[in-house]
């Protein structure tokens, strides 16, 4: 069994709204083990990116508020922490690329100068140090012309390169955990393919783990050596990679990998479908809160939360259908 280098027990994020509260995580257990790609997919409104802000303690009060669970890092529980000791921790141990590069930059400041300021702020280096490594950062993502692009601002880069130096940013201090939002959205297939092959060798050259959220199950299976599938705030399978495409048990995860078109036959096919949307997470369903889409679903499912069933060999399964199985 590898190192645990972060576990997640128990987490539970609200967000208090005029409307009601927003229960986006209900109770979620993750382990990420060092060394590992680890990635979680859904559809959207799943919580799989606040999961990820949650881990990071940057879930925006108000109206978010992580209200229960333990985040243990290191020995310590990140939620118990002081903000001036998650700061330390922050774009240091644990980085993160987030969704949308554009939106992340600050539009007024070079690309060097933002780079410069995480290696300043966590390495204690000079300024005239930190805009050096700051290139040689962005050398180390294969960006052509590093000098030059360390003294552009944000709107003068295309999105891949965007891309690059964001993922040079959170790699600047070599953290132990790195968390990739959907780094590819928006992103040419070619340049997706870049990026990709980028993490793939980053991974094994600074040997740290990775935590990749996105909604394409192709990129799950080219970069991912474990799998958790989300569903209104619920982890609701875990498994190897290979597992989850040869031998997918919860219903929804299977209704993922069916909607994957195939190339297996030369006839054109309707592709299959999930029928329904996720629930409104104000008012989920009672039960199982995949139950109204759920083919196989029982009177069961309806009045009861499914626990965790063991499957053998790290695959764990959150549904009724295993209830005969070992209970995690």
């Known amino acids: 069994m590898p190192d645990v280098l972060i576990s997640v027990k128990n987490l539970k994020t609200n967000f208090y709204t005029y409307a009601g509260v927003v229960k986006a995580l209900d109770g979620i257990n993750l382990d990420i083990y060092k060394g590992e790609t680890i990635g979680l997919v859904g559809e959207t409104g799943c919580g799989k990116s606040v999961t990820a802000l949650s881990i990071i303690r940057l879930i925006q009060w108000p109206p978010g508020k992580i209200d229960e669970g333990t985040i243990t890092f290191e020995g310590r529980d990140l939620l118990k922490l002081p903000e001036s000791e998650m700061r330390k921790i922050r774009g240091n141990k644990i980085s993160m690329i987030f969704q949308e590069p554009m939106n992340s930059f600050n539009p007024v400041f070079t690309i060097g100068d933002q780079i410069a300021e995480v290696i300043m702020l966590h390495q204690k280096k000079t300024k005239k140090e930190a805009l050096a490594q700051a290139i040689e950062m962005l050398k180390f993502t294969s960006i052509p012309a590093p000098e030059r692009v360390a003294k552009s601002y944000p709107h003068e880069l295309s999105g891949g390169m965007l891309q690059r130096a964001m993922i040079s940013m959170a790699l600047a201090c070599q953290p132990e955990l790195l968390i990739a939002d959907e780094p590819t959205t928006a992103l040419d297939v070619t340049i997706e393919a870049q990026i990709l092959e980028l993490m793939k060798g980053l991974?094994?050259?600074?040997?740290?783990?990775?935590?990749?959220?996105?909604?394409?199950?192709?990129?799950?299976?080219?970069?991912?050596?474990?799998?958790?599938?989300?569903?209104?705030?619920?982890?609701?399978?875990?498994?190897?990679?290979?597992?989850?495409?040869?031998?997918?048990?919860?219903?929804?995860?299977?209704?993922?990998?069916?909607?994957?078109?195939?190339?297996?036959?030369?006839?054109?096919?309707?592709?299959?479908?999930?029928?329904?949307?996720?629930?409104?997470?104000?008012?989920?369903?009672?039960?199982?809160?995949?139950?109204?889409?759920?083919?196989?679903?029982?009177?069961?499912?309806?009045?009861?939360?499914?626990?965790?069933?063991?499957?053998?060999?790290?695959?764990?399964?959150?549904?009724?259908?295993?209830?005969?199985?070992?209970?995690?």
């Open 203 to 328: 991974k094994t050259k600074m040997g740290a783990s990775i935590l990749l959220i996105t909604h394409d199950l192709g990129i799950i299976a080219e970069m991912c050596d474990r799998v958790g599938v989300m569903y209104a705030g619920n982890i609701v399978e875990l498994a190897d990679v290979s597992t989850i495409f040869k031998n997918p048990s919860h219903p929804y995860t299977s209704g993922l990998i069916c909607a994957i078109p195939s190339l297996a036959t030369k006839q054109a096919c309707r592709l299959d479908t999930i029928p329904g949307n996720v629930p409104n997470l104000i008012r989920p369903p009672e039960g199982c809160r995949f139950h109204p889409r759920c083919s196989k679903a029982m009177d069961r499912c309806k009045k009861e939360k499914p626990g965790v069933y063991d499957l053998g060999n790290g695959h764990l399964v959150s549904c009724f259908l295993y209830a005969e199985g070992q209970k995690q």
